[in-house]
């Protein structure tokens, strides 16, 4: 009944070529391990959806594994642009398909709760809806008012990382949660790496903590460290430097290529590239306790 | 203290007009420092929400980015992006969007989209992350933002958000306000004087009858901006 | 800056005659108290809205404070109908209003989110929406689809039950979580009745607990075991004596009028409900403990 | 264990209809024993949902109503009923609905509001609760209630929710299945006749032409029932 298997595996057996996939998290929780290893199998024609094309995707696309792009914030957070994407957005070689932040939750909302829109206020007077046709509006039959749709984005495969689930893929997150519900119920198929995989009973003594069910999930990936250089809550802190560096290696084409090859192609999978990256790395990313405190859901007999 | 940088002086503008203000959803890039002094000095009491998923967040330092962990530790709530642009934003519950702004036009409208044509972009920009959203649900919105020809400009390239919401814009040389359906020059910041904002704005200016100088920064704000808030220069670069 | 107030002087200042009143929770955390308070006030021409009428409604009812009633479902779970609310919907003497649970939930979703319907597959060969102009439908501009919508519901004030606030109202639920956080967004008064008022501290070591802020509370009631006889998780059991009891109080006008006297215009507040309900009454209620775990924020500086 | 009622058959008889089903949304009432039943004997690895906003319920003892707190404690999941209703029932995730009924008729529409016209009722019933979109969205929907003119009427006052997803009747008389757009009987309870399920049927009854008799409850489902589950008679008076 175990769901856990490497990552090579549940890349080969969720991520074919073609397929649209969302890594989902904001700021928080990117599976760089699970990007790495899409382009360590040298996927094509990928459709990425994800609100923030982080430096992940902009690995990702610099290697080719993308045909599109769908999204609401193209940026390398805090440094300035992802300049494999940028270059492949001006180039013409990357289709695009744009929304907000709100426009792209409620898309996977929509997917989640199987509705065929979300509606939302947000575009107005905006030129999105000029450039994006999807953006579409909806009469209230209440008072007449016409508010903006988004259709739902249902994913081929939602991969998510967490901080703990357990063998049958019951993931609890704390922290920032973004919109990895509402991306994993959307999802034909599910893929969580987790921090830690943890007895079943650690799930069930905080059911309310519980953000994603065994019930969606396909494969369940054990990879401590696998969001580095993101963040995991209370695990560590989000490797500034990295980021800070990844502008001067985006910028150029031979150097993101370089990277590649010592990084993903030179490392057999996400434990290689902690091995490369040295213990060293994590001085000064590993934060100090703060503990949430318990509550007491009462035993009932 | 010993003289004040532009940058330095708009963000101490850009906190001093959150005074009062409640409830303050803060976007991308500077307005996360100007919010942060801000909480120390004229609005002890502000509530911060960023679009990450974060209510009243208490940040042990200042944050990188408006997804950074030290927003989550101890504050007032952490949630799905969902839930907050709904019960929060869409709900009516912030009172002032704090943005920053690539590009702006005399109608307030911001772009930070695409310079040149959308489907042959000259320069392809972030995109609107909540700009849209803020831009329409929050009661005001606030942009702080460098200023310059190329920034100021006639008519944006791209309307990202509509203008329509945009109360006041605090930049390097001085301070705007949403007049009688434009951009109009209400501060100029010590040692700045309205030809150089002319110069520095895209189209012809209108300045308010009742121009104001902008007080200079405190010795406090300067000392917490630069030996407190942001030591190692991350937003005053 | 602390909004915490008496009972009494939450209800005087936010419950007025004519007022659309939800007190939310599903099975869990009702706050009999709050609707005692309303009952002991003498209030009139209430709108009660709440997804399952349950035997505090039956009370307020019975008490007359109520002109009509908002619903999904209307019984005493697990015993048999509400005698009082049904005689007043029988002669016609209370108005209803009635909607699925997902309806319901939905209409207060729209009203928390601020938007002009709610969106749901439900009703599809129903006769409901031929009793209830206000479920519509919505044709989707993506496939033409059509789906049915609800409208926003935005009582005056929603009282909900909590295990814990701080004096600032920011609540914490744990359990079943009902629809007590839509209700009160969608209100534009929340009074909140806490088993607990904590220290801010205990709220935000672990902000992911938090379901209500502060930010949309008016007043915070400081009401220990005011759910009786519903449950708080962790705290106390149901009382199903009372609910099987109140089968035969509701069935008959004078019991039931003999009840009010006795329990509720005949006690000053709930502190004097609890001493009249003895405190043998909680042998058998107390749940043995089952403590959630913690989780590490981290402390990051 | 010396015979057996014909409520207890008629759980024990919808607790094995359960055999292979993966997630359950377990309604008000009888179905919620049954479930219990079937959880511990032909279906260990059932999940279980409840409007009350619980998934994957391991419940200790034998819930009181679809909102004990036994539920919630060592539940897989505990959540707000906008996520369950939006994010596993309406989202497809829900393989059986499985529902108690106050009326139903020959093509398994099913009334839990009025008896008697909506506007002067002559009994007033819960109503929907979450009956209506339990029919619209799980996979298939199954009725356990007990058999009466009364209850099984030609056409019913009111219909709550649609037939349209309605797969199985199970009743203390027999069971029915819906087939060619009307209930089908389709196994009768041991020691009841095709006669005492016509004379309790309001409409002319079809029999399938497979007809068949139910195993009768076994020692072990009914020591389950009796001294494990509902000592108290709570569900089976």
Chains 1, 3 share one sequence.
Not at chain 1, 61 to 81: E, T
Not at chain 2, 171 to 192: I, M, Q, S
């Amino acid at each position: 009944m175990s769901k856990v298997v490497t990552m090579a595996e549940a890349v080969a057996a969720y991520v074919p070529d073609g397929a649209t996939v969302a890594i989902e998290g904001f700021t928080h929780l990117i599976s760089f391990a699970a990007g790495h290893e899409v382009i360590r199998q040298r996927r094509r024609d990928l459709t990425l959806c994800r609100l923030t094309p982080d430096v992940v995707y902009d690995q990702m696309v610099g290697a080719g594994v993308a045909r599109k792009l769908v999204f609401s914030w193209l940026g390398n957070p805090g440094v300035g642009s992802l300049h494999a994407i940028r270059r492949a957005v001006e180039s013409g070689a990357l289709e695009i398909e744009e929304y907000s932040h709100f426009g792209m939750v409620g898309r996977y909302a929509a997917g989640a709760a199987n509705l065929p829109f979300y509606p939302l206020r947000s575009y107005l007077d905006s030129d999105l809806p000029a450039v994006n046709p999807a953006l579409r509006t909806v009469r209230s039959p209440y008072d007449g008012e016409e508010i903006h749709v988004v259709p739902p984005l249902r994913p081929d495969v939602t991969i998510v990382h967490a901080q703990r689930a357990d063998r049958d893929g019951n993931t609890q997150v704390w922290g920032l949660l973004g919109c990895q519900k509402e991306a994993a119920f959307a999802a034909a198929h599910v893929v969580v790496v987790a921090e830690e995989v943890v007895d079943p009973q650690v799930i069930r003594a905080d059911p309310n903590r519980t953000l994603i069910p065994g019930l969606v999930v396909d494969a369940v990936v054990h990879c401590p460290r696998g969001a580095h250089p993101s963040f995991a809550q209370g695990h560590y802190d989000r490797d500034n430097a990295f980021y800070l560096a990844w502008d001067a290696v985006s910028r150029d084409p031979a150097r993101l290529a370089a990277w590649l090859d010592e990084w993903v192609y030179g490392t057999a999978d996400h434990a290689g590239y902690l091995d490369r990256l040295g213990a060293d790395r994590w001085t000064g990313l590993t934060p100090g306790p703060a503990r949430s405190g318990t509550v007491d859901y009462g035993d009932y007999r | 203290m010993t003289g004040h940088s532009p940058t330095e002086m708009m963000v101490v503008a850009g906190a001093r007009a959150m005074a009062g203000t409640r409830v303050c959803f803060v976007g991308i890039g500077l307005p996360n420092i100007a919010v942060a002094l801000a909480q120390r000095t004229v609005a002890p009491a502000i509530e911060l929400i960023y679009e990450s998923g974060v209510y009243g967040a208490r940040p042990s330092r200042l944050p990188l980015s408006i997804g950074d962990p030290c927003l989550v530790t101890g504050a007032t709530a952490a949630m799905g992006m969902l839930e907050l642009f709904q019960y929060y934003l869409q709900r009516g519950l912030v009172d002032l969007g704090f943005l920053g702004a690539a590009q702006l036009d005399r109608y307030g409208n911001v772009n930070t989209t695409v310079i040149g044509p959308y489907d042959a972009p000259r320069t392809r920009l972030p995109g609107s992350g909540g700009a849209s959203e803020i831009a329409q649900n929050a009661r005001e919105v606030f942009v702080l933002m460098r200023q310059s020809r190329r920034s100021f400009v006639p008519r944006v390239d791209f309307v990202t958000s509509s203008g329509r919401g945009l109360s006041r814009v605090i930049t390097d040389l001085g301070e705007f306000a949403h007049r009688d359906g434009e951009l109009t020059l209400t501060h100029l910041h010590p040692g700045v004087d309205v030809d150089q904002v002319r110069e520095a704005t895209g189209w012809p200016l209108s300045v308010a009858a009742d121009l104001a100088e902008s007080a200079p920064p405190t010795d406090a704000e300067l000392r917490l901006l630069r030996e407190e808030l942001d030591p190692d220069r991350t937003y005053l670069r």
